[in-house]
């Protein structure tokens, strides 16, 4: 497996983290019987839960990207070394997101997100 692809599972495992901790978060605020219903008239969460939902579903915008942009490299023959920074930059940026986001710090939560677009620019670069 190439260091890309290992960086993609990582980041899969960071992804499925994500949603652990939001559902945790989201049962501890609203109780196990409203998730597991059709969650009609489910409360917005606030706090950690609401930060927790809102950073799993920003990472979910983003991954979709960042498979493709690894998948491409890798069956177009174009893995290098700068891809390779790329998807580092997209996970430890990512990484830090979560981390920046669930503990509530906004700018500088922003400027992580900002480093794993640059990662995937930098990814994106290598194939045009």
Known sequence: MTPDLKLLLWTLVLTFAEVLVAVLAAQAQVGLGMLAGNREGLPTLTGFAGRSRRAHRNMLESLPLFIGLVLIAQIAGKASEATLLGAQ????????????????????????????????????GQLV
């Not at 996970?91 to 906004?106: D, S, T």
């Open 89 to 124: 930059l997209f996970f430890w940026g990512r990484l830090a997101h979560w981390l920046l986001y669930i503990i509530g710090i906004p700018w500088l939560r922003t400027i992580a997100w900002l480093v794993s677009v640059i990662g995937l620019i930098v990814i994106f």
